[in-house]
């Protein structure tokens, strides 16, 4: 008997990095995947990997309402029902100082990582109630706790889906439906390679060494490892746990980041 047998995950984001490593781990477990990115060729070739009869796919760009309700419409017509589902889909943004950040991209920033995390979690609902209750896994960040430079619009709606992830968990113990924020510190991913760019452009992997020196594990988190996190809160292991925050960060967050002894 495999963690997920039998259940369907929808999972936003999913063409690669985080979301990907999850929908990969969600079929070893023997579920059944609706992948949705605005990424065509990469949902297409982790679909083709994981196998017709496992994994389906849609182009959805999260911050559009009617895109959201068509992809759960249709992981709920291919698969019969929906379990399961991972808001994960994000952007960064740019580096800006929150006094110079322009509105558009601030609205940007919200539209996909709080509005989109809002279209994917109220659609999931229905068809969850109908199969007597789900687990609803929302993708934060440490910067859902705390704060980073230059990046106001992410930390904010970082923070923002951990009070609507509280406010949903509360609404919906009753109908058995769990739901939970995963916060991932620094994972290597496509994310993260936009960032190293910036800080240095002309020595990327510079950057990232140096990056890696902030959590007390002094290394980056891989995909699979937050993935794992993903698997405990979707699966039924988890049966007693909604309203939480899980941190995946190496200590990152432990540490208040001042100089280590003797520096
Ligand atoms: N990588 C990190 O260090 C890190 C740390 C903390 C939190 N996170 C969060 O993890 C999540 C996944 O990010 P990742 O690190 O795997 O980065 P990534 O860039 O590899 O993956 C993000 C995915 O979201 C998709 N996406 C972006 N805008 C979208 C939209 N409008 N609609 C649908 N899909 C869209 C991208 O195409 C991509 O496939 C994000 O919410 C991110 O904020 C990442």
């Not at 196998?51 to 389906?56: D, E, L, M, R, V």
């Not at 929906?82 to 601030?106: C, H, K, R, W």
């Not at 699979?224 to 941190?247: I, P, Q, W």
Request: hydrophobic share 40%; net charge negative.
């Amino acid at each position: 008997m495999k963690r997920l047998d039998g259940k369907v995950a929808l999972i936003t984001g999913a063409a690669r990095g985080i979301g990907a490593a999850t929908a990969e781990r969600f079929v070893e477990e023997g579920a059944q995947v609706m992948l949705t990115d605005v990424l065509e060729p990469e949902l297409r070739a982790l679909a083709d990997r994981l196998g017709a009869g496992f994994a389906a796919w849609q182009v959805v760009d999260a911050s559009q309402r009617d895109q959201v309700e068509r992809s759960v419409e249709a992981a709920v017509e291919q698969f019969g029902g929906l379990d399961i589902a991972v808001l994960n889909a994000g952007i960064f943004g740019e580096m800006q100082t929150v006094d110079q950040y322009s509105e558009s991209l601030f609205d940007r920033v919200v539209e996909i990582n709080l509005k989109g995390v809002w279209h994917g979690l109220r659609t999931a609902i229905g068809p969850m109630r109908r199969r007597g209750g789900g687990s609803i896994v929302i993708t934060s960040s440490t910067q859902g706790h705390s704060g980073y430079y230059l990046s106001s619009p992410y930390t904010t709606t970082k923070h923002a889906v951990v009070g609507i992830m509280r406010n949903a968990a509360v609404e919906l113990a009753v109908d058995n439906i769990r739901v939970n924020t995963v916060h991932p510190g620094l994972t290597d991913t496509e994310m993260m390679g936009g960032l190293h760019r910036t800080a240095s452009p002309d020595d990327p992997s510079a950057a990232m060494q140096a990056f890696a020196t902030a959590p007390p594990m002094r290394r980056y988190g891989s995909p699979r490892e937050v993935a794992n996190m993903m698997l405990f809160l979707a699966s039924d292991e988890a049966s007693y746990c909604t309203g939480s925050c899980y941190m995946v960060d190496g200590g990152l967050l432990a540490y208040h980041g001042g100089p280590p002894p003797g520096a």
